[in-house]
């Protein structure tokens, strides 16, 4: 990504009120945030598969794509994590039950939370057959790309 689209996603953050703006791909990663309207803060970390430390200015910005469930230490539990910054919400609604809980039994299709980003209400797979073990976020928080929200253990 080069200056000029960095300047774009600040225009356009700008234009449309958004707070935050993250990308990454294939070890570089872009973070743009503005608070309170203030001016936006980039950082950047370069890879180093790009010569120059910076992607071609070709290289497109794609979906965040979701985050595979990651193996724990002992090869039985894995975490399902959050495929996308926003707010973490256990139940649909705020007087309705959890999706799950722990010794909850899932399957790769099982809705096990929503993720709030921008006022879109994603609704968060397992992708994995198990058993819930842990929650690992508190309800209504909000949650980073990449982060762990729940220890399942294998069937």
Do not use: W
């Not at 294939?26 to 430390?53: L, M, Q």
């Not at 979701?66 to 959050?82: F, H, L, M, Y």
Request: aromatic share 6%; proline share 9%.
């Amino acid at each position: 990504m080069d200056m000029e689209q960095i300047r774009q996603v600040i225009d356009l953050m700008k234009a449309n009120d958004l707070c935050e703006f993250e990308i990454e791909e294939e070890g570089f990663r872009i973070a743009v945030k503005r608070r309170n309207g203030t001016e936006p803060a980039v950082v950047v970390s370069p890879a180093a598969s790009f010569p120059g430390g910076a992607p071609p200015a070709s290289a497109a910005a794609p979906a965040a794509p979701a985050v595979a469930p990651a193996a724990a230490d002992d090869g039985k539990t894995v975490e399902i994590k959050s495929p996308i910054v926003g707010t973490f919400y256990r139940s649909p609604a705020p007087d309705a039950p959890p999706f799950v809980g722990v010794g909850s039994h899932i399957d790769a299709e099982t809705v096990v939370c929503i993720v709030e980003a921008m006022k879109v209400m994603n609704e968060i797979k397992a992708e994995v057959k198990g058993t819930i073990r842990k929650v690992l976020v508190e309800n209504a928080t909000a949650v980073q790309f990449g982060q762990p929200l729940f220890l399942v253990e294998l069937d």
